[in-house]
């Protein structure tokens, strides 16, 4: 794609954005898109949320790793985007819908904090893993400025991944003090049981799904920068909120966090 189209889709998403409105399936408007393309457009989307917000990149995201996010969407491969400083909100939060998100759906996820660069292609588990400070219970609100939904992996990946917004626990722990694969996470929607899943929904591990964020953006020039916050992607199906909605997660022996939609 030339350069020109890669502005011109990246201006009509950042665009989207601010106004909190979509736009036609980029998959319809050009056939022909390829996967670097819309990395492309991602980038030039970001790039206008940092010159003309003053916006901070913070960390990235994974996203589409689990088989019934796949299925949800009909996307069958992950995805991946950037995360910035005004995407961040507390544990507990208030979050408000209204000017600030389209169509929002929660994910329950666990997010990694890292204490030394990576840089791919090459890294592995046991590069992740010694990386990591920390791991982090984690909430990321998927959000699309693509017209209902209605997307394919090209699609996503230049709308930064679908990202909406995170809300992180204030629960912090070693992860080399847990069987990873084997965290149960139990999800609840206004006080009621929604749903669970174990960290193996991610990829088998979610140290494999960030190794593989890790070398997908290393292909491009990007690395993990030491202090950033990786989300590894979902551990269970993608739950539809509405102002009103509360939600709660915990990861066994662990903790949790939670946030209501207003």
């Known amino acids: 794609m030339i350069e020109e189209k890669i502005q011109q889709h990246g201006e009509a998403l950042y665009q989207a954005l601010r106004a ?3 736009v036609r399936p980029l998959t319809e408007q050009e056939p022909g898109i390829t996967i670097e393309d819309a990395y492309h457009i991602s980038q030039s989307m970001l790039q206008h949320r940092l010159d003309n917000e003053g916006e901070k990149v913070v960390g990235k995201k994974i ?55 990576l840089v791919g292609p090459g890294v592995t588990e ?19 400025r693509i017209e209902d939904w209605k997307i394919k992996i090209q699609d996503t990946v230049a709308d930064n991944a679908s990202c909406g917004v ?38 088998g591990n979610p140290l494999t799904a960030v190794a593989w964020l890790a070398n997908t953006l290393g292909e491009f020039g990007i690395p993990f920068k030491a202090g950033e916050l990786i989300l590894s992607g979902s551990l269970a199906p ?17 903790g949790g966090c ?3 939609f207003v």
């Open 126 to 144: 046991a590069d992740v893993l010694d990386a990591t400070e920390t791991i982090i219970p984690c909430f990321e609100i998927v959000d699309s």
């Open 20 to 22: 909190q409105v979509c």
């Open 238 to 254: 993608l739950i539809p909120v509405v102002a009103g909605d509360e939600m709660r997660l915990e990861i066994e022996g662990i």
């Open 166 to 203: 995170y809300v992180l626990s204030e629960k912090e722990v070693d992860p080399r003090d847990y069987d990873l694969p084997n965290l149960k996470m139990t999800i609840w929607k206004n006080g009621e049981f929604h749903s669970e899943g174990l960290g193996s929904a991610v990829q």
């Open 63 to 117: 996203g589409v790793t689990s088989k019934p996010v796949q299925e949800m969407l009909g996307v069958f491969q992950p995805d991946f985007g950037f995360l910035t400083d005004a995407m961040a909100y507390p544990d507990a939060a208030e979050i408000p819908i209204a000017g600030n998100l389209i169509a929002p759906r929660a994910e329950g996820e666990i997010a990694f904090r890292l204490k030394k660069d």
């Open 258 to 260: 939670s946030c209501k």
